[in-house]
Nanobody
Framework: QVQLVESGGGLVQPGGSLTLSCAAS????????MGWYRQAPGKQRELVAT??????DYAESVKGRFTISRDNAKNTVYLQMNSLKPEDTAVYYC???????????????WGQGTQVTVSS
């Protein structure tokens, strides 16, 4: 199966910006949808943003601050995060829906997660 490799997390001050990247590596595949979820300590994993074709969905809490984009040729999804708040602190997980390999094997996949900490 392909692996989702995330990068770009770290520590940032409130009001700052970060860009997360997630690339599917290992095989040539087609991916139907990609996106980002996050999980803060003691909370359930929640949707941040997803992109499927031209359809983009954002959590209400990040609308106007975060922008998701995708490079289909590279099977890579990005999350530009601006005006970060302490409540954005969480582990951010990349997600890929309906990965299809050349042998028609099909599955969903999660990344390993990258920590984003917003603190002064």
């Amino acid at each position: 199966q392909v692996q989702l490799v995330e990068s770009g997390g770290g520590l940032v001050q409130p009001g700052g910006s970060l860009t997360l990247s997630c690339a599917a590596s290992g095989k040539t595949v087609k991916i139907y949808g990609m996106g980002w979820y996050r999980q803060a300590p003691g909370k359930q994993r929640e949707l941040v943003a997803t992109i499927t074709g031209d359809i983009i969905d954002y959590a209400e809490s990040v609308k106007g601050r975060f922008t998701i984009s995708r490079d289909n040729a590279k099977n890579t999804v990005y999350l530009q995060m601006n005006s970060l708040k302490p409540e954005d602190t969480a582990v951010y997980y990349c997600w890929a829906e309906r990965i299809t390999e050349s042998n028609l094997n099909e599955y969903d996949q999660w990344g390993q997660g990258t920590q984003v900490t917003v603190s002064s």
